[in-house]
Structure formats: structure tokens, C-alpha cells
């Protein structure tokens, strides 16, 4: 049972944006899948919720390939959410839940529910244009929870909050993942801010899956830096060369890296060369450290990719309309269709919701293009336009009387 990525390829026009990007979410994971900006990591998890369609590649969600049984199991949040302004949070989250096409009673409950998981409980009532941009993070989670989803997707949570804001986040998040059970795909390219929260990582570089594995075991693998300061620090130069180490200054201190070197004799050797230590301390690996290794080349960057067995290439899935998908599910009284109909933009609000996951109205999602027009229509209006540029610039002027109102029949014999 497990979210798989498979062999994914996508491009915007020249611009490559993922390039056989394969991954596994297990249930109960927290997965962090870290990079930079313009890495991928959106387009990835665009693609897992049915809002993108690879043009090579598939997505496998418990063994399921068809969209409806995937959209069945995914929910997300894509960016920045977008609420209603006018009204209170939990209003938002039951009108949602109406168009899951759950009763008024169940969506009202429902609403509540999520809004606990969150807590956001005090602040239900109070209008969602009010709400800080911490509340409105976690007011996104919980519509992402909404149907209580078995993964759920959120594309860089922490941007734009402030260091309580992301404390509360994570604290958050720790709660879904351990006391709830929640399966969750993060993504964000703060790797300082995820660790100690995702179980699983991984690292998204160029459209390329560099580096996955456990975080526990990667960290342990991955060998730290030391720093050193030393008072006669000529007289150790001898000895890095002698055990091929290349130290660099930074703020004062030297960093290096100890490679197999035991640190123990390393130390004893820096006391006996006379370059009297005052600091030998080894630094504890990080996220950030790792992932700037492996951007550096000193790590080998396929070294734990799993699952990476391409995928065929398969026909894009033949995603429903918004309002398709809304008439197959359990259809909605004429009054609530009315009541929704009435509300700003509720087919933007449906198409974000569904069952492909929760991008906000507004969020920024691509929009639909223009309808072109009949090359015949653009033909019949450019030999207008040159007809009606060819016309004498009096038009019928030596039709009219001078001082005369009215037009006056002209004699074209």
C-alpha cells in the first residue's frame, strides 16, 4: 500500500522539469521531498493529485491506476490556499464538504472534525479574510483532510510564515503523523525546518531524484565536519598534508573533513605537531548539509534512489470535467446546487477540491486558453479591414449637399 511515482517525465516547452523522477510513500511516512526553487517539487506532486498529466511516466496509488480510484485516495494542497474572504473558516470547510456531496448534517460535522485536527476550534466562526497567514496554512491542512484521505500532499507549507508560525506547523504535522496516522508528502525547499519531522526524505535536484533512503540512515552515513581552531596553526600544516586533508577558513575556524580518519588520533597528532588546539569539535550532520554535498558532487547522487524501475509509457488518463466529476457523485438538492451556483466562482472552488486534492480558487493554477477563432472568420474580417482601408477618406462626403442635413441620392449612371 504506497503512493509510487514512476519514471515521470514532464517538460514546459524547453525547460526540462522533471526527468525520471521515481519515488515510494509508504503508508504512516512522512516523506520530505526537499529542493530548491525550480526543482520540481510542484510539478511532481501536481502530477500525484490528478491536476497535471506526465507526458511519459505514471502514478500508482495502492496499486491503482485509474483517476477516480487515485483521486479516491489523494487530497492536497497545492501553494497558497484561497478561502472564501466573506465567511468564517468553518463555513468554508462545510461548503467543501458539500460538494463531496455530503449531507448539510455530515458536511457540517465533517468540518468540525478537521477543523479539531488543526486547531482551529476558537477560530471557526471568525471570517477566513480575518485569519493570520499561519491560521490560513492551517486552514488549507484542513481542507486537505477533508474525507479523511489516505496520503496527503502539501506543496511548501511553511512559505511565508514566520519562525512561530513554522514551529506550529511542525508541531502540527507531528501530531497527524504519530497520534492520527496520516500519511503525508511535504515539500519545501527549508530543509532545517523538516528535519526531525519527516522519516523519509527525499532530495529533488534539476528534475533528477538524487538522493532517497531513510533519514535516520542517511545522516548516519553521511560523514560530518569538524572544526578546529588552532593557536600555531602553520605548524599543522605539515600534517594535512601528510593525511591529504583540506581544510577551509571559515569565520575563523578551520572546517575539515575527517574523511576515515579516527578524529581521536587525528587530535592526538595536531597535540604532538605543537599546534596547540583550543576547539576539535565534530559537527552533527544535517539535512542541509547533505543535500549541499550532494549538490556539490561529493556524494555520489544516484547512491540510494530506490524504486527506480521505469515505467511504460502509458496514454495520458482521461481526466473528467470539474462538473462531471460532481454530477457522478451523489447528487446535491436543487436548492444546494443553487446555493453554489450563487457563491463566487464555485466551478474554480470544485475543480480545486474534488477528489484530485485542494488547490485554492485563485492559488495561481493554470487557466484555460482562449478559444481560437476559425481561420475562415480571420480571412473574411483581414479582406474587410483592406477594403475599408482602401476607401477615399471622404467616404460618400461628394454624396452630400453642402449644408445639408440629409443624405441626398446619388446618380452612379
Known amino acids: 500500500m504506497a503512493l509510487e511515482l514512476l519514471d515521470l517525465h514532464h517538460r514546459f516547452g524547453r525547460r526540462v522539469a522533471l526527468d525520471g523522477v521515481s519515488l515510494r510513500v509508504e503508508r504512516g511516512d ?47 494542497l497545492i501553494e497558497h490556499p484561497g478561502f472564501f474572504r466573506e465567511l468564517s473558516g468553518l463555513e468554508n470547510l462545510r461548503r467543501l464538504a458539500r460538494l463531496d456531496g455530503l449531507s448539510p448534517r455530515d458536511a457540517a460535522r465533517e468540518a468540525a472534525r478537521v477543523l479539531d485536527l488543526v486547531g482551529l476550534t476558537p477560530h471557526g466562526d471568525a471570517r477566513a479574510g480575518a ?52 500519511t503525508v508528502l511535504l515539500s519545501s525547499h527549508q530543509l532545517h ?21 531513510d533519514t535516520a540512515e542517511l545522516l548516519r552515513d553521511a560523514r560530518g565536519r569538524t572544526r578546529v581552531a588552532l593557536d600555531e596553526a602553520p605548524r599543522a600544516v605539515p600534517l594535512w598534508q601528510k593525511l591529504g586533508l583540506d581544510p577551509r577558513d571559515v569565520e575563523g575556524q578551520l572546517e575539515v573533513d575527517l574523511g576515515e580518519h579516527p578524529p581521536a588520533e587525528v587530535l592526538a597528532a595536531l597535540v604532538a605537531s605543537g599546534a596547540r588546539p583550543t576547539v576539535f569539535a565534530p559537527e552533527r550532520p544535517t539535512l542541509e548539509a547533505l543535500y549541499l554535498r550532494v549538490a556539490g558532487g ?36 436543487g436548492r444546494a446546487v443553487g446555493a453554489l451556483a450563487d457563491a463566487p466562482a464555485p466551478r474554480a472552488a470544485h475543480a480545486a477540491h474534488g477528489h484530485a486534492g485542494v488547490h485554492a480558487a485563485g492559488g495561481g493554477g ?3 486558453r482562449a478559444r481560437a477563432r476559425p481561420r475562415a472568420f480571420q480571412c473574411h474580417r ?26 441626398q441620392p446619388v446618380d452612379r449612371r
Not at 486537505?144 to 496520503?151: E, H, I, N, R, S
Not at 502509458?314 to 462531471?324: N, T
Open 30 to 76: 512522512c516523506y520530505g521531498f526537499l529542493g530548491h526553487n525550480g526543482a520540481g517539487k510542484t510539478t511532481a506532486m501536481r502530477i500525484a493529485l490528478g491536476l497535471l498529466r506526465p507526458q511519459r511516466g505514471m502514478v500508482r496509488v495502492d496499486g491503482h491506476i485509474d483517476a477516480m480510484q487515485q483521486r479516491a485516495r489523494t487530497r492536497g
Open 131 to 182: 485569519y493570520s497567514q499561519g491560521m490560513r496554512q492551517r486552514l488549507g491542512v484542513a481542507q486537505a483532510l477533508l474525507g479523511d484521505p489516505a496520503y496527503v500532499l502539501l506543496d511548501e507549507p511553511t512559505n511565508g510564515l514566520d519562525p512561530e508560525g513554522i514551529a506550529e506547523l511542525r508541531q502540527m504535522l507531528g501530531t497527524l503523523t504519530d497520534a492520527v496516522g496520516c
Open 193 to 213: 525546518e523538516l528535519e526531525g519531522l519527516c522519516n523519509r526524505v527525499g532530495i529533488l535536484r534539476q528534475g533528477r531524484l538524487v538522493l532517497e533512503g
Open 298 to 333: 561529493e556524494i555520489a547522487a544516484p547512491s540510494k534512489v530506490t524504486n527506480t524501475q521505469p515505467a511504460p509509457v502509458v496514454a495520458p488518463l482521461a481526466l473528467p470535467r470539474p462538473m462531471d466529476d460532481l454530477r457522478a457523485r451523489r447528487p446535491l438538492r
Open 366 to 368: 493554470a487557466r484555460p
Open 382 to 407: 483581414q479582406q474587410w479591414l483592406r477594403r475599408r482601408r482602401a476607401r477615399p477618406a471622404g467616404g460618400d462626403a461628394a454624396a452630400r449637399v453642402p449644408g445639408a442635413g440629409a443624405r
